[in-house]
């Protein structure tokens, strides 16, 4: 689960401190349970959801290649997914700016960033690293993955089909001006776009990064609660279908 720069155990025990009512009302998933969700997904996403041996267009996201551009205040904004041969050196190099090391801890050679998108693009799709293109120019790294079948899920009270962002904003011009909340929004309407079956848009930034938690804020997020991950503790943002229309 990788910070977000924008910048218990499984069973039924109670939600973090600090949920709110309403999520409280859900209980965790069992890993057994998480595990028979992925594998029937990813089976799924091999078949088509009908079953057929045929290749079709479905994915555990719904085709993030196929999303299209979404138009922001700052411009034409695009998800590109990731090609290795094309994009290692920039992400890379964005990797070691000391702002986003801070929290993605990804710092040194280009082996050691293919060493973390690799496994993304040789899995099974729960996991979409993508370039975030505005107008043209690539300027920001996503990952768009399935957090109801990510690790995470054993941290909160998931629920099927919740989807997740960890992002970073690659150049030091584009930071502290507001256009991660307007991107955040866009990519989260992207996913509520496109994923018909998904309520919820998850995200679990770095307490200690005020300024991507305060752009989730801003972009129609609410905090959720505080979940202490193996790595850090995080604040859990929620964008919720239900409250798209008001937040």
């Not at 969700?37 to 009908?50: H, I, V, Y």
């Not at 693009?121 to 975030?132: A, E, I, K, Q, W």
């Not at 079948?149 to 011009?173: F, N």
Request: hydrophobic content about 45%.
């Amino acid at each position: 689960m990788p910070p977000t720069d924008a910048s218990t155990d499984a069973g039924t025990a109670s939600a973090p401190a600090g949920a709110d009512s309403t999520d409280t009302l859900d209980l965790r998933l069992p890993d057994d349970l998480i595990g028979l969700m992925a594998e029937t997904d990813a089976r799924a996403a091999r078949t088509g959801p009908l079953g057929s041996e045929e290749s079709v267009a479905y994915d555990l996201l719904d085709g993030v290649a196929q999303w299209g551009p979404a138009t922001t205040a700052a411009g034409v904004f695009q998800l590109v997914p990731v090609r290795l041969e094309r994009d290692l050196t920039l992400i890379s190099r964005w990797m070691n700016d000391p702002a986003v090391a801070a929290f993605w801890e990804l710092a040194g050679s280009e082996a050691v960033t293919e060493s973390h998108l690799r496994p993304q693009l040789d899995g099974d799709g729960r996991s979409v690293p993508c370039l975030g293109v505005l107008d043209g120019t690539p300027m920001s790294y996503w990952e768009i993955y399935r957090a109801d079948l990510d690790p995470l899920a054993r941290h909160y009270p998931a629920r099927p089909h919740d989807t997740g962002i960890h992002l970073l904003i690659g150049g030091v011009a584009n930071r502290g001006r507001g256009l991660g909340t307007s991107l955040l929004r866009a990519v989260a309407d992207l996913v509520l776009d496109h994923r018909p079956a998904c309520a919820r848009v998850v995200a679990e930034p770095d307490l200690r990064n005020t300024p991507s938690v305060s752009a989730f804020l801003s972009a129609g997020f609410r905090f959720s609660a505080e979940v202490e991950l193996p790595d850090k503790r995080a604040a859990l943002m929620v964008r919720d279908r239900a409250l798209r229309a008001v937040l």
